[in-house]
């Protein structure tokens, strides 16, 4: 009888790991969010360190080179190469634009903070 509890102990068990949802950071990881499937990452290109935004659920690299970032609450706000990202971390979206005035307004402050080097 001690076999099948242990046995019905050992399938719960893998049931419960293999349905956690977290992604692992590595020492490259700066910042990361929603469980780790949103990551900013320190990455070698060439000679140059960069800093990508990387999107571990989705495998796909958002942001190329991230210059400054600030996390607020569930946002995530982001300046790099391809302008201004919003990531929002609940529902796992982000809008991205070159230009700042397609976002509302709250979001304008955060990216002129993050401009002015005050975040």
Do not use: W
Not at 38 to 62: A, H
């Amino acid at each position: 009888m001690k076999k099948y509890y242990l046995l019905f102990f050992l399938i719960c068990c893998s049931i419960v790991m293999t349905s956690c949802t977290n992604y692992s950071t590595s020492k490259d990881t700066i910042l990361s969010c929603d469980n780790g499937s949103i990551q900013i990452i320190k990455s070698i290109e060439g000679n140059n360190e960069i800093l990508k935004l990387y999107d571990y659920k989705e495998k796909n690299t958002i942001e190329t080179n991230v210059m400054n970032y600030l996390l607020q609450k569930n946002v995530l706000y982001i300046t790099g190469e391809h302008g201004f990202t919003k990531v929002n971390i609940n529902e796992h979206t982000y809008q991205q634009n070159n230009e700042m005035t397609v976002f509302d307004d709250k979001d304008i402050k955060a990216f002129k903070s993050i401009l002015e080097g005050s975040a």
